[in-house]
């Protein structure tokens, strides 16, 4: 797992910047910047918004004394996809877009979901219950 998040460190920023040239020299450095910005300010927009929703539903299942474990991971797929959409570049916006629009992220969970389950069974991922 940390050669694969050591080769994603190295890899996804040279292509990032290899990507951000290229649509500088194809589009202008002017509208690359601004691509750039309102794909930030749009993510933001969508986490804020796709949080919210998420935070409350949470809320509601927990009132009703159901455990909100979809919730939960959708919160994760939402924080992360913001986080990655406030790093500039093409490709980690498209991550947090996919993060973040319901449709998409909803394809996504169940990978995330299995790959918790068996960082949990390995003993590399704890949960604590109070």
């Given amino acids: 797992m940390m050669r694969i998040l050591l080769a994603l460190i190295i890899i996804v920023p040279a292509l990032e910047i290899g990507l951000l040239v290229l649509s500088g ?31 409350r539903r949470a809320q509601d299942q927990m009132q009703y004394g159901q455990i909100p474990g979809n919730a939960i991971l959708d919160g994760l797929c939402i924080l992360v996809g ?6 500039p ?16 992220r909803n394809m996504i969970k169940p990978f995330i979901g299995k790959l918790i389950q068996k960082m949990m069974d390995r003993g590399t991922f704890t949960v604590i219950r109070r």
Avoid: H, R
């Fill in 82 to 87: 913001g986080v990655v959409l406030l790093t």
């Fill in 89 to 104: 570049g093409f490709i980690t916006d498209a991550i947090g877009f996919l993060l973040l629009v319901p449709v998409t």
């Fill in 25 to 55: 020299n194809t589009l202008g450095v002017w509208p690359t910047v601004l691509l750039i910005i309102s794909t930030g300010v749009i993510g933001a927009w969508l986490a804020k918004k796709q949080g919210l929703e998420t935070l």
